[in-house]
């Protein structure tokens, strides 16, 4: 058992330390990028699966990898379009959060190049969180 609590507290302070990092220290580039990306991972438990909705308002973007990382089996599928509308399965919330489960898309786009976005899953109802974009 307590080989299994380490990397998940690890995926946690990453998280913590990214989310701060990001509130910290925002480039005019990154202003850009948030004005051209969005992105938001809705969790609706009725349902039970995640939608992930992005979007690149240059309409420039010609793919998209997104991964879904800290899943039993890796969730990676690829997208050839600047928006996609995804459902992803999950019978229910990760017992420690969302957070040990983030989505990361990689972007090519032939303005900014390759961009990588990071985010995670909220539930209906809460607020989105943060979106980490790196160049």
């Known amino acids: 058992m307590p080989k299994k609590i380490f ?7 990453l998280s913590s330390l990214a989310i701060l990092f990001l509130i ?26 995640a ?4 979007a690149d308002k ?3 973007t010609s793919s998209v990898i997104m991964e879904i990382l800290g899943m039993e089996e890796s969730y ?6 600047y928006q996609f509308v ?5 019978s229910e919330p990760p017992k420690y959060g969302w ?8 972007i090519n786009h032939p303005d900014f190049g ?8 909220h539930s209906v109802g809460e607020s989105a969180p943060p979106v980490i974009f790196s160049t």
């Not at 995804?86 to 999950?90: I, K, Y």
């Open 51 to 54: 939608e992930i909705v992005f």
């Open 7 to 13: 990397p998940l507290l690890s995926v946690l302070a």
């Open 99 to 106: 957070s040990i489960h983030p989505i990361v898309l990689k």
């Open 86 to 90: 995804e459902h992803v399965l999950f």
């Open 24 to 49: 910290t220290a925002e480039s005019p580039d990154d202003q850009r990028l948030r004005e051209s990306f969005s992105i938001d991972a809705t969790y609706y438990p009725e349902e039970q699966y």
């Open 58 to 60: 240059t309409q420039k």
């Open 114 to 121: 390759t961009i990588e976005l990071k985010t995670e899953i």
């Open 76 to 81: 990676q599928k690829t997208f050839d379009n």
